[in-house]
């Protein structure tokens, strides 16, 4: 069982950045691929990053990648999405989550196994 808590959501200005935190409870979290996903007003949840157990692989939307980075610390339990130069439309509910599966299986949200209750994000024009 692994329980996640995300923080670090917030309103910024187009171009800002912020960064999100999900800490993880269990002795486990270094044995999962980490994701992030989100869901804004109306839409589908949709995938926004991976992170291999390890952290030495990763896997970005097309739309995020080059302004996110998602970053893990097993010591601390904690995946961290770096979030930079951000457009009003990454506004949404941001949510982090945990499976079992490789990363190259973890681009959908079904094969996550865990989530956070998720951190809004909201980005002014």
């Known amino acids: 069982q692994v329980q996640l808590v995300e923080s670090g959501g917030g309103l910024v200005q187009a171009g800002g950045s912020l960064r999100l935190s999900c800490a993880a409870s269990?002795?486990?979290?270094?044995?999962?691929?980490m994701g992030w996903f989100r869901q804004a007003p109306g839409k589908e949840r949709e995938f926004v990053a991976a992170i291999s157990t390890s952290g030495g692989n990763t896997r970005y939307a097309d739309s995020v990648k080059g302004r996110f980075t998602i970053s893990r610390d097993n010591a601390k339990n904690t995946v961290y999405l770096q979030m930079n130069s951000l457009k009003p439309e990454d506004t949404a509910v941001y949510y982090c989550?945990?499976?079992?599966?490789?990363?190259?299986?973890?681009?959908?949200?079904?094969?996550?196994?865990?989530w956070g209750q998720g951190t809004q994000v909201t980005i002014s024009s």
């Open positions: 269990g002795r486990t979290f270094s044995s999962y691929t």
């Open positions: 989550a945990a499976t079992g599966a490789g990363i190259n299986w973890a681009l959908g949200p079904t094969v996550y196994d865990y």
